[in-house]
């Protein structure tokens, strides 16, 4: 199960952070990531945690973003800086498990105004 929590609005070239807690320990996990989903929109990948432990951005985030865990807390960040107007969207965490059980958070809605 997982618990994404840290959305918010913010003015255009802001920052947010958001994190996504797990129930179980993310040392498990084989991929950690966040997408968003914008109105009408499908969802898309923003950032996320390979099973080789490498990191994979969208184009449009690079330089932006930050994703960054914590195996401890059993807890993955997205830090967002220089926010624009289109990264407005509801962020989803997902994990996918060496069980093979993939996990969606509920989403928190991020918005940037201009």
């Known amino acids: 199960q997982l618990q994404a929590s840290g959305g918010g609005l913010v003015q255009a070239r802001g920052s947010l952070s958001v994190s996504c807690a797990a129930s179980g320990s993310i040392s498990s996990a084989n991929v950690m990531g966040w ?9 898309e990948l923003v950032a996320t945690f390979t099973r080789f432990g490498s990191t994979v951005y969208a184009d449009s985030v690079k330089g932006r973003f930050t994703i960054s865990r914590d195996n ?6 997205l830090q967002m800086n220089n926010l624009k107007p289109e990264d407005t969207a509801i962020y989803y965490c997902k994990m996918a498990w060496s069980s093979g059980r993939v996990d969606w958070g509920q989403g928190t809605q991020v918005t940037v105004s201009s």
Not at 35 to 43: E, F, L
Not at 72 to 77: E, G, I, Q, R, W
């Open 35 to 43: 997408y968003r989903q914008a109105p009408g929109k499908q969802r």
């Open 72 to 77: 401890a807390k059993n807890t993955v960040y």
